[in-house]
């Protein structure tokens, strides 16, 4: 059973582009999470998604940014028009229920815009 | 969530039992105890969890104070491998929980 699936591992995009990022998570693990650590700081919050639902939205920035967990295929992350403070490691995670008990993360994928 | 209030830093000898405590004094009596470490350029780890008894598994044990509003992460022989920042995390079952992590103990293994 391969462990949660982030991809790309780094992306690097121009100001104004936009960054796709995917998440697969384990198999048979219907919660995602993604969160966000800026350099040197901790994992913050973005968004809790079950199978085609949000379900907490409240740690993303309510511009540019958005997510999606379709009925087949990976979670999606997307960063519209990207900036240099966007610029950081996105983690997913995943888990078969609310986080009553384990949650798996991937190895994220590091963002850097230049 | 209840706030959670660790040590912001550790240090340890390599091959020595390692204590890491985690003050939860809002903690309510559905909430779980998560401990979670983060080392150097990856992504969080799943360490232990508990309610109220103390826990044990391959990687450490957690021991819950009686009243629960503190717990202790133990590391039985701490190994180089064992540096990270470790995180304590208080989740409430239910359909919109999630792990809010806060700044987490740093912890130092030397030889």
């Known amino acids: 059973n391969a462990g949660v699936m982030q991809n790309p591992r780094h992306l690097v995009r121009r100001r104004g582009q936009e960054a796709r990022l995917r998440c697969s998570p384990m198999k048979g693990h219907s919660h995602v999470y993604w969160y966000r650590q800026l350099p040197e700081e901790g994992l913050k919050f973005m968004v809790y998604l079950q199978k085609e639902n949000i379900i907490d939205e409240s740690g993303m920035p309510k511009e540019r940014f958005s997510a999606e967990f379709p009925k087949e295929g990976p979670s999606i992350l997307r960063i519209q028009q990207v900036v240099r403070g966007d610029s950081a490691a996105y983690f997913c995670?995943?888990?078969?229920?609310?986080?009553?008990?384990?949650?798996?993360f991937g190895q994220g994928t590091r963002l850097t815009v230049v | 969530d209840a706030k959670t209030t660790q040590p912001n830093s550790m240090e340890s000898n390599e091959e020595e039992p390692v204590h890491l405590p985690c003050n939860h004094s809002t903690i309510s009596g559905t909430d779980y105890i998560h401990w979670y470490r983060q080392l150097p350029s990856q992504g969080p780890e799943y360490v232990i969890h508990g309610l109220t008894s103390n826990v044990n598994n391959r990687m450490a044990s957690l021991a819950i104070a009686e009243d629960r509003k503190s717990s202790t992460l133990i590391l039985h022989r701490a190994t180089l491998r064992d540096a990270a920042v470790y995180y304590c995390i208080l989740s409430t079952p239910g359909t919109a929980s999630k792990l809010t992590f806060g700044t987490g103990t740093r912890l130092q293994v030397t030889l």
């Open positions: 995670a995943s888990s078969p229920d609310p986080v009553g008990t384990e949650a798996f």
